[in-house]
């Protein structure tokens, strides 16, 4: 929680702002006062991305869709204007530290607040499914703990159960790849049983400190949703009795979030141990605090400043591609004098990769001996969740493209034409090669499913993607 700085609003819509509680791709959040006195948390979405109709139409969904969700578990909206400059969507301000945080600060929480934890879920999913609707990035970051349970926000990818398909690509994926259902991960079509995928695998976490299928990458996290069983080694009885069958790869074979109330005891006391109860204290404090603060007086309050388009562009630095595939932007003003081709090392640096999404430009390819690509972006994607896309060939092959990847070199790794590493394992093959100007990371391309012609095929994707690169930056 941090003071308002001189760009930020002074108020939106009714609510007097108090305090910034977070920036992301999308936009920001804040602290508000309502005229009643309640405090609310307002989402501001950033002009840039308002400014696309695709994106308005998808937030006007966010808002019909938040406001269809009532019940214990969930933050409730209060107010909203998708019609606003720079629209915004008002809930209910609960006070309590994530999941995640909880994870990272205190470490997996005791099996006994884990129960307390699955049955607030639960009754959360139960009702979201009851609106026939489908949250779709449930995971820590999502999950709220407060002195009175467990609530589940942010529905920004919901959609409904029966689909919405003028407002989301066929083949898209969504989501945060650790806690994807395989279906997701595949870009199939979602029901409410892959809400509770992503419900086992949070359990895992919340008693492990670990999901039941982190890799050491974002492919490998992938491959192991799709195909490996879960890590349930730090899993105990109870936890994996209930954990367990949510985790099933076929989607018929999970339980509804009804029958995993009907297994728990939604009774307790004191639901979280004391580390979370004063992470919860700790937090009201703040809002004490920032309630104290003098009224903010801001220098502007139209359209974006400095400091959010500067966010945007570190967005895209990292390699996050939703405001690329939500925009439809594939290059960046680029003047159509003739120029030379760039050579592979002037291609791949981090200023051109700023200014060219390789994934845009792979979308539809014909790549021998992969096939025709069909790339699949998630479209809300954040920085910590992915820095690439997944490319679907002929054979229902999987490649992995990542943008501003870790260099990583094993005993296996061979040095390419070009300056490639190729990198084979049992099941899967990466071809990378270094960002001239940050030679610790690369772009790649990665096979996610078992190939003969493995290494060949993430080989032939990545000069592929560096031609189209260079042919783009030369025009």
Known sequence: MQRLQSDDPARIGPYRLVASLGQGGMGRVFLGAAPDGRLVAVKQIHAELARDSDFRARFRQEVSVSRGVSGAYTAA???????????????????????RQVVDETGPLPE????????????????????RLIHR?????????TADGPRVIDFGIARALDGDM????????????AFMSPEQAEGRPLGSASDIFSFGALLVTAVAGHGPFSGDSTPQTLYNVVHAPPNLALVPPGIRQLAEPCLAKDPRQRPTAAQILSRLDASAAVPWPAPVH???????????????????????????????RTAIRTMTVAGVLALAALTAILLWGRANEPAQPLTVQEAVTMDTLRRVNPCALLADATVPPAGRLRI????????????????RADGDLLIFIAEGAEVKVSTNTVKSDHG??????????????????????????????????SCEVAKAVLLEAIARIRTSESR
């Not at 003028?166 to 790849?177: D, N, R």
């Open 376 to 391: 699949t972006v998630p479209e809300h994607a954040k920085p910590e969740d992915t820095n690439g896309c997944l490319a």
């Open 420 to 453: 490639i590493l190729i990198d084979p394992t049992p099941v899967s093959c990466s071809a990378a090669i270094p960002i001239t100007d940050q030679p610790t990371l690369s772009l790649s391309a990665q096979t996610l499913t078992p190939s003969e012609k």
């Open 77 to 99: 909206v209060v107010g909203a204007d998708p019609e606003a400059d720079e629209p915004w969507l008002a809930s209910v301000f609960v006070p309590g530290p994530s999941l």
């Open 137 to 145: 990035d449930l995971k820590p970051g999502n999950v709220l703990l």
């Open 112 to 131: 006994y607040a884990v129960l307390r934890l699955a049955a607030g879920l639960a009754s959360a999913l139960r009702d979201i499914h009851r609106a």
């Open 166 to 177: 003028a407002l989301t690509s066929t083949g898209s994926i969504v989501g945060s790849p």
């Open 278 to 308: 004063h992470l919860i204290a700790r937090q009201q404090e703040q809002v004490q605090t920032a309630l104290r603060w003098p009224a903010h007086t801001p220098v502007r309050s139209h359209a974006a400043g400095p400091r959010r």
